[in-house]
């Protein structure tokens, strides 16, 4: 695992040097000033998920589930941490109850679906009720 420095995401509305995060999997972490506002993760592609927070004219808002921000805002920062895809949903949701992000949703039954094991036992459970 790697994490890195804080580093502002974008300067000038382009991005800073996060296409390294391109095709990687890990967690990132936004904050702004020194408030944790999001923990966010990716399978395989740093890069793109993190990019999705900040829309564009041609990558809009429509059908996306996901918090927003100004690419613009000068307190915003990221930072990100390089781990094997099989660790990330623990360690999100480990994260998430540590810092207490404000626009990360917090329900049991999304923490329990984010658990394999969990997921697994819930959706038996639900089946045919769904």
């Known amino acids: 695992m790697k994490l890195t420095r804080w580093i502002k ?3 000038d509305g382009k991005t800073n040097g ?12 936004i904050k702004e000033y020194q408030r944790i506002r999001y923990v966010g993760k990716s399978n395989s592609n740093l ?3 993190f990019t999705n927070h900040f829309p564009t004219e041609n990558r809009n808002k429509e059908n996306q ?23 990330i949903n623990d360690l ?4 998430i109850n ?4 404000l626009d990360n949703f917090k329900d049991k039954l999304y923490f329990a679906l984010k658990n394999p ?4 036992i819930i959706k038996s459970k639900l089946y045919g009720y769904l």
Not at 18 to 29: P, R, V
Not at 65 to 83: G, S
Not at 92 to 95: A, L
Not at 117 to 120: D, E, H, N, P, V
């Open 65 to 87: 589930i996901r918090h927003f921000y100004d690419r613009n805002n000068p307190a915003l920062r990221v930072k990100f941490l390089i781990c094997p895809h099989e660790k």
């Open 47 to 49: 890069y793109t998920t």
């Open 98 to 101: 540590k810092f207490d992000p």
């Open 18 to 29: 996060l296409y390294k995060f391109n095709k990687l999997s890990g967690l990132y972490f």
């Open 92 to 95: 999100e949701i480990y994260f």
């Open 117 to 120: 094991y969990f997921r697994k």
């Open 9 to 11: 995401p974008y300067i």
